[in-house]
C-alpha cells in the first residue's frame, strides 16, 4: 500500500514543471506527510484528552488543518467535489498557508517544541509544485496513508530512507546527507548507548544517526517514563542546510520521535571554547562534511586554525564530549597521516585527550558517490590513548551502488572489536612508537599476506627465452614424428 503511494507520487511530480529532481521529490514530500501527520496525531491527542476528561486545543487553527484544505469531505464522508485545486490551490498554499505556518517559529516558547519546528520547517521550504491539479493528486495520494500505528510509522520510515537514500545518490549535494545504515549501526553497537544518556550529532543531515540509535533503543516493554526519556531527552542534533534540517525532523518523525531535538542552525558558528558542561553529551554519533572550506571568521572560533570542514567538526565533538564520553566519527583517511600543521596537531589532541582505542578502515566504494576513502575514529574522552586497534575492512568484493556494504561484511569487526584481537585484518599500535613529529597514525597492516615479489625485467626475460626454447624443442620433436 505505502510502497505503491510512493510510486504514484512519484509520478504525480515527474508530470509537474516545478519539480525537476530527487531533490525536489524530497522536499516536497516531507512538507506533505509532515502536515498528514500533524492531522493524524492532533486526532489522537484529542482523543486521548477525552478519554481523560480534559480539553484539547488544536495546534493548527481550523482553515489550516488537513480536514479543512487538503482533503476536505462531505457531509456522507466522500471527498468534497469543491475543494479548492487548480490555481486557488496554489495561490491559498503560497498565499495563506505557509505564511500562517512559518509564524509558529515566532510565537513558540521553546525551540524544542513541535510549534517551533513547525515554523522553522515551513520557513525554510517552498511548495514547489506550479500546477494545482498535480498538487491536489499529490494530497489525495498522501491522504490515503495512516500514521495511526507503529507498523505502519515503520514502513513509511522505511520507503522515507530509501527516497532519502535516492536523494543522496542523485547529486553530490544530496550525498552529503546520507550514511550507509549498515556502518551506523556498527558504529552504534561499539558505542553501546543506552537508556539514559545523551546522543548529539552536530551534522545530523537527514538524522540517520539518531534514527538509528533510536531503533536500537527503543523496545516495546520500556516504562513510561524510559519512553519519554527517549522522546524528550536522548537525541539532539544540528543542521546547517535547510533541506537536510527538514528531512531530518521528517524523519525521526516517521521512525516515531513526535517533537525531535534538532536545530537549525551552524554548528560551526559556535566558539568551542564557550562549551559548556550542560552542552555536552555522553555520546556523539558522526560523519561531518568533508572538503568544504570555512571562512577565516568561522576558524576563529576553533583553536586549530584549518579550511578543511571535518577539521572544525573533529574538535566541536571532543569538546561536546562529557567526561567519559564515547564517541565514533566518520573522517577522510588522509587525517591519519598528511603532514599539515592543522592535521598533525589535531591527531596529537586527539591522542593526549581521548582514547582513540579503534579504527575502523573503510574500502573504497563504503559511500557511494564519494571519491575519497574515510576511516571511523572511536574515542572515549578523558584519558590519553596508550594504543590504538586498527581493524582493515574487507568484504571481499567491490563495493558500489549495485553492491553496498551489508550488514554481514562488518559482521567481524563488531565481534573482534570487543577483545580488539589481532586478526590477519586487525592489529594494534602503541603510541609511545608513533613519532612524535608527525603523530602519524596511518593504517600499514602488518599481519597482510605478503604479497609475491614482482620478477625483475632481467628475469622476466630469461623465463620468457626458456619458455621459447622449451616450445621449439616440442615442436622439433613433433615433427620428428610425422
Known amino acids: 500500500m505505502f510502497e505503491n503511494a510512493f510510486n504514484n507520487m512519484d509520478r504525480v511530480m515527474r508530470n509537474d514543471e516545478g519539480l525537476a529532481s530527487e531533490l525536489d521529490y524530497a522536499e516536497q514530500t516531507s512538507w506533505l506527510l509532515f502536515l498528514k501527520y500533524l492531522d493524524d496525531m492532533e486526532k489522537e491527542w484529542e482523543d486521548e484528552a477525552g478519554l481523560e476528561g480534559r480539553g484539547y486545543t488544536p495546534i493548527l487553527d481550523e482553515p489550516y488543518r488537513w480536514q479543512a484544505w487538503a482533503a476536505p469531505k462531505a457531509t456522507d464522508g466522500t471527498p468534497d467535489l469543491n475543494a479548492r485545486t487548480g490555481k486557488d490551490l496554489i495561490d491559498f498554499v503560497n498565499g495563506e498557508l505557509f505564511p500562517y505556518l512559518q509564524t509558529f517559529r515566532d510565537t513558540a516558547d521553546d525551540p524544542d517544541t513541535l510549534e517551533y519546528k513547525i515554523g522553522e520547517i515551513f520557513a525554510e521550504i517552498a511548495n514547489r509544485f506550479r500546477s494545482g491539479y498535480s498538487l491536489r493528486d499529490a494530497l489525495e495520494i498522501v491522504d490515503g496513508l495512516n500514521f495511526g500505528s507503529q507498523q505502519a510509522k515503520y514502513e513509511l520510515s522505511d520507503l522515507y530512507e530509501t527516497r532519502i537514500k535516492r536523494m543522496g545518490n542523485a547529486g553530490r549535494n544530496g550525498g552529503e546527507y546520507y550514511t550507509p545504515r549498515p556502518l551506523i549501526r556498527a558504529m552504534i553497537k561499539v558505542v553501546k548507548p543506552e537508556i539514559g544518556e545523551t546522543i548529539y550529532d552536530g551534522a545530523c543531515g537527514s538524522a540517520g544517526f539518531l534514527c538509528e540509535a533510536w531503533s536500537s533503543l527503543r523496545r516495546d516493554d520500556l516504562s513510561a517514563?524510559?519512553?519519554?526519556?527517549?522522546?524528550?531527552?536522548?537525541?539532539?542534533?544540528?543542521?546547517?542546510?535547510?533541506?537536510?534540517?527538514?528531512?531530518?525532523?521528517?524523519?525521526?518523525?516517521?521512525?516515531?520521535?513526535?517533537?525531535?531535538?534538532?536545530?537549525?542552525?551552524?554548528?560551526?558558528?559556535?566558539?568551542?571554547?564557550?562549551?559548556?558542561?550542560?552542552?555536552?553529551?555522553?555520546?556523539?554519533?558522526?560523519?561531518?562534511?568533508?572538503?568544504?572550506?570555512?571562512?577565516?571568521?568561522?576558524?576563529?572560533?576553533?583553536?586549530?586554525?584549518?579550511?578543511?570542514?571535518?577539521?572544525?567538526?573533529?574538535?566541536?565533538?571532543?569538546?561536546?564530549?562529557?567526561?567519559?564520553?564515547?564517541?565514533?566519527?566518520?573522517?577522510?583517511?588522509?587525517?591519519?597521516?598528511?603532514?599539515?600543521?592543522?592535521?598533525?596537531?589535531?591527531?596529537?589532541?586527539?591522542?593526549?585527550?581521548?582514547?582513540?582505542?579503534?579504527?575502523?578502515?573503510?574500502?573504497?566504494?563504503?559511500?557511494?558517490?564519494?571519491?575519497?576513502?574515510?576511516?571511523?575514529?572511536?574515542?572515549?574522552?578523558?584519558?590519553?590513548?596508550?594504543?590504538?586497534?586498527?581493524?582493515?575492512?574487507?568484504?571481499?568484493?567491490?563495493?558500489?551502488?549495485?553492491?553496498?556494504?551489508?550488514?554481514?561484511?562488518?559482521?567481524?569487526?563488531?565481534?573482534?572489536?570487543?577483545?580488539?584481537?589481532?586478526?590477519?585484518?586487525?592489529?594494534?599500535?602503541?603510541?609511545?612508537?608513533?613519532?612524535?613529529?608527525?603523530?602519524?597514525?596511518?593504517?600499514?597492516?602488518?599481519?597482510?599476506?605478503?604479497?609475491?615479489?614482482?620478477?625483475?625485467?632481467?628475469?622476466?626475460?630469461?623465463?620468457?627465452?626458456?619458455?621459447?626454447?622449451?616450445?621449439?624443442?616440442?615442436?622439433?620433436e613433433i615433427r620428428g614424428m610425422l
Open 225 to 476: 517514563a524510559d519512553w519519554d526519556t527517549l522522546q524528550r531527552k536522548t537525541f539532539y542534533g544540528q543542521e546547517k542546510k535547510s533541506l537536510a534540517y527538514v528531512l531530518g525532523v521528517m524523519n525521526l518523525i516517521l521512525h516515531g520521535i513526535d517533537a525531535p531535538n534538532i536545530r537549525h542552525a551552524n554548528t560551526l558558528s559556535e566558539n568551542v571554547m564557550d562549551i559548556q558542561q550542560k552542552d555536552r553529551h555522553d555520546i556523539v554519533l558522526a560523519n561531518p562534511p568533508f572538503g568544504g572550506g570555512e571562512r577565516k571568521e568561522v576558524q576563529q572560533n576553533f583553536p586549530i586554525k584549518s579550511g578543511e570542514t571535518a577539521y572544525l567538526f573533529l574538535q566541536h565533538f571532543i569538546r561536546k564530549l562529557k567526561a567519559g564520553g564515547r564517541g565514533a566519527v566518520v573522517i577522510k583517511n588522509t587525517f591519519l597521516s598528511n603532514t599539515d600543521n592543522a592535521s598533525v596537531a589535531l591527531r596529537k589532541e586527539l591522542l593526549e585527550s581521548c582514547n582513540l582505542h579503534t579504527v575502523l578502515d573503510c574500502p573504497s566504494g563504503t559511500f557511494q558517490g564519494a571519491g575519497v576513502k574515510t576511516v571511523v575514529l572511536f574515542f572515549d574522552k578523558g584519558a590519553p590513548t596508550r594504543k590504538v586497534w586498527y581493524y582493515q575492512l574487507d568484504p571481499g568484493r567491490s563495493l558500489g551502488k549495485t553492491n553496498p556494504i551489508n550488514d554481514d561484511d562488518l559482521a567481524e569487526f563488531v565481534a573482534l572489536q570487543a577483545s580488539k584481537a589481532d586478526s590477519d585484518k586487525s592489529w594494534s599500535v602503541a603510541v609511545a612508537d608513533v613519532d612524535k613529529a608527525t603523530w602519524d597514525l596511518s593504517v600499514k597492516n602488518p599481519n597482510a599476506p605478503q604479497a609475491e615479489a614482482l620478477r625483475s625485467p632481467e628475469q622476466i626475460i630469461a623465463d620468457m627465452l626458456a619458455r621459447d626454447e622449451g616450445t621449439a624443442q616440442i615442436l622439433e
